[in-house]
């Protein structure tokens, strides 16, 4: 049943729709060899969580043992049970018309108890169907090794990214990967977000092990001003260690590449002072500098540095020689853009995201939103910061490729199927971003690929399943697909088709 009001909408975006010229954007204005995508990670889609000899990872067990914690006390047990149906899943990638897929690897699935355990022959095979079913509809796999989630058993035994261990922990499962999958996988990336998540899991005490402490928050155990920059090198020599063994290894025989993605806000300055100007590069530094200034110059960034020493750890030479082997991407995760305020000079709540930079992020000025809100606090819709941030990566880290490995809207989960299903706001900032992907392009941005967060509807980490992201609509019970208005302004983009078919002919079963 479709109201007048649902038709007046449905009508408006057809209308928009068929004219996408008019919409200032065309799949030609981007290069031949263009990556489009979609994107999800294992935690959040797979599902089945304990089958064919997966081992618990530290995600299972946290959302189990603090089912509190999640806005919806859900778990990714089931989550889209994208395990069972990534055929599925495939074909609606081939319906939308994308050149490529981003997915994770679920470490717990290959080494269910890390490197001691044994490989786990089920697990791989898993990734070779999924990966067999990608080539055969023309779809490039585009790999992350870790994207929050690993065996339970490290997290116990090293606390995660604490102990130096890990590191040969990591370099051992990517070799398993790169072995396993690289004669098929040409793109790969190590950490997803290590900025983020580190931030969540040893400042801010959200994400497991849960560390944290005061003023950022009363945790059973950590220290918010050391522990972050102790897992945080531990991440950055682990993907040396794993970018090392690649580019000896595999690289010259499999012909890929190998990057890292960073999370990447672009912060504007809240008021034109010398104060709030500096505390915007501080935010930049904090956010971007602090993995991607070792990674391509050896150091952590002298900001950091001066703020931090003695919290922050210093590179020996025989870790300065292993990070001298190139990444051949950076992935960018930008959603969003905000202001920072200054907080050496004048006084501000401290016990944020920003905080331990001294900087307090907000998305107002005078009342005034930097942009429209979307359904996650702090995330508003910006689209020049795209632009932006693309210029601002390629001019401190030398024209490195990049692919902005996700970009996405929130909204929130609702009963109305109208709304739901009818997300033209999504659809605008889609179109905004990529405009703005577009315009860099033109003033000679190295940007090879772009991925939508997400292909379908998900397990969003804390805020369960109470936000949405996807292109395709999952209903938790019935774990149908169906495609929302967005899922088909996207393959009107990517076909340069005029939208005479409808939605409906993106499910999968038509
Ligand atoms: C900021 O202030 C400087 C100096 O007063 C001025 O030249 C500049 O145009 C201002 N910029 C903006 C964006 O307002």
């Excluded at 005061?214 to 260690?241: D, K, T």
């Amino acid at each position: 049943m479709v109201t007048a009001t649902g038709m007046a909408i449905l009508l408006l975006a057809a209308l928009a729709i068929l004219a996408p010229s008019a919409w200032g954007l065309d799949r030609a204005e981007f290069p031949p060899g263009f990556l489009f995508g979609a994107a999800t990670s294992a935690y959040q889609v797979e599902g089945a969580y304990l089958e064919d000899g997966k081992g618990r990872n530290n995600w299972d067990v946290f959302t189990h043992t603090h089912s509190g914690n999640i806005l919806d006390g859900r778990n990714g047990d089931v989550a889209a049970d994208h395990y069972h149906r990534y055929m599925e899943d495939v074909d609606i990638m081939h319906k939308l018309g994308v050149s490529s897929y981003r997915f994770s690897i679920s470490w717990a699935r290959i080494l269910p108890s890390g490197r001691l355990g044994g490989v786990n022959p089920a697990g791989i095979a898993f990734y070779n169907r999924l990966i067999a079913a990608l080539l055969q509809n023309g779809i490039e796999p585009f790999v992350t090794l870790h994207h929050f989630d690993l065996p339970q058993e490290l997290e116990t035994r090293y606390g995660s990214w604490l102990g130096a261990g890990i590191r040969e922990e990591f370099d051992y499962y990517a070799d398993v990967c790169f072995q396993a999958f690289g004669d098929r996988v040409k793109l790969w990336t190590t950490f997803n977000e290590p900025n983020l998540f580190i931030k969540h899991a040893y400042m801010l005490g959200r994400y497991p092990p849960n560390h944290c402490s005061p003023p950022f928050g009363n945790c059973n155990s950590g220290n918010s001003q050391r522990e972050p920059y102790v897992a945080a090198h531990n991440i950055i020599m682990s993907h040396a260690a794993a970018v090392h063994n690649y580019n000896k290894n595999y690289k010259v025989k499999q012909g890929g590449s190998i990057g890292i993605i960073i999370a990447m806000k672009f912060y504007e300055p809240l008021r034109n002072t010398t104060e709030d100007i500096l505390a915007a590069q501080r935010a930049m530094s904090f956010e971007i500098h602090w993995f991607l200034d070792p990674i391509f110059f050896g150091e952590y960034p002298k900001e950091m540095r001066e703020m931090l020493s003695p919290n922050l750890p210093e590179f020996t030479p025989v870790e300065k020689r292993l990070l001298q082997n190139k990444v051949d991407l950076i992935g960018i995760n930008h959603y969003t853009t905000i202001y920072a305020k200054d907080c050496i000079y004048s006084p501000c709540n401290l016990k944020t995201y920003e905080g331990n930079a001294l900087v307090f992020a907000t998305g107002e000025r005078d009342g005034v939103q930097i942009g429209k809100s979307t359904a996650l606090a702090g995330f508003y819709d910006v689209p020049e910061g795209m632009e932006k941030i693309l210029e601002y990566v390629n001019k401190r880290y030398g024209n490195t490729p990049i692919y902005i490995t996700e970009n996405g809207y929130s909204q929130h989960s609702s009963n109305n199927m109208e709304d739901t299903m009818n997300d033209i706001d999504r659809v605008n900032y889609l179109r905004g971003y990529l405009s703005s992907i577009s315009s860099a392009l033109r003033r000679g941005a190295n940007v090879r690929g772009y991925f939508v967060w997400s292909l379908m509807d998900n397990f969003e980490w804390l805020f369960g399943f109470t936000v949405k992201f996807g292109l395709y609509h999952v209903d938790l019970a019935t774990q149908k697909r169906t495609p929302r208005m967005s899922a088909g302004w996207y393959r009107d983009f990517l076909t340069g088709s005029r939208p005479v078919d409808k939605v409906q002919d993106l499910r999968a079963d038509s």
